[in-house]
């Protein structure tokens, strides 16, 4: 079984998965599986498929219980559809139920001690020479495992010199990148800028650090918080469509300014509006 390490380990891992697939490991968790379909809020948005989750629902066995995520898709209206099948304990409790059979450890491979013929690590002390050319002073070859250091009869050594310069390996990524940049399908191409920019500005380093600007809509935001926030005022036509009426529509668009403004920890800005779409802070 690929990704496994040994024989047991994918024994175990077949037996999750099967009892997993049945429901459980009894005739009654079986009986109790259910396979579930529901659509629920954007507060799901954090759920992904392969996580546990639990629910109480009136058609769930005993009325509450645990399930796994296997499917998750985020409709228009910011609504979620979520799929997934019922778990128990005793799925991943391979004391309960059935136990799979034991396989025996494949035997640990002899060491091989035998003398392969090739030396052990070659040190020296390098000089430069004239014309260029470099001498190595002071060599010493090391025993290989057995113990043998395999020079016993050379004539001559064969060596390699490999000299690295930092700023022209530098250079040489730079002009790397700037080719491959050129080249990447139109499709790609204003996606990939500001990340060879990053990269072009601060080396690839830049790429890995956090990014210390966060731009993104209120909903993209909710849940996390900044020491400074620019809030904008400005909404999308389907918002200032329900700001501009009366009730619920607007209410809901005025809390969603609501959690833009408490994501600040310290400071907030309200910037001025950059279109006619916009509501009133």
Known sequence: MSGTCTKSQAA???????????????????KAARQLVFRTTVLALNTEPGMVCSMTHPDMPGGAGEFRVSSWKLNKDYSIDIQGRTTTDSMYDLVAGPKPADVAAAP???????????????????????YGTFALDQMDVLPDASGNANIVGASEVAMALYYIDELATDLW?????QWW????????????????????????????????????????VKGGEADVVFLF?????????????????????????YVGMTRARHTLYICQRESPLAVTI
């Open 12 to 30: 175990r891992i077949i037996s999750i998965r099967l009892r997993e697939e049945l429901g459980g490991t009894s005739i009654a968790e079986w």
């Open 108 to 130: 640990v491979p002899d060491e091989n001690l035998q003398d392969n013929g090739v030396p052990g690590i070659v040190t020296g002390t390098p000089k430069l020479s004239d």
């Open 173 to 177: 990524a730079k002009q790397l990148l």
């Open 181 to 220: 940049a050129r080249r990447v399908a139109p499709v790609f191409h204003a996606r990939v800028q500001f990340p060879v920019a990053a990269a072009m500005a601060g080396g690839p380093d830049a790429l890995e650090e956090s990014p210390r600007v966060i731009v993104g809509t209120i909903h993209s």
């Open 233 to 257: 005022p400005d909404v999308s036509p389907a918002g200032d469509a329900a700001y501009q009426k009366h009730g619920p529509q607007r209410d809901s668009v005025i809390r969603l300014f």
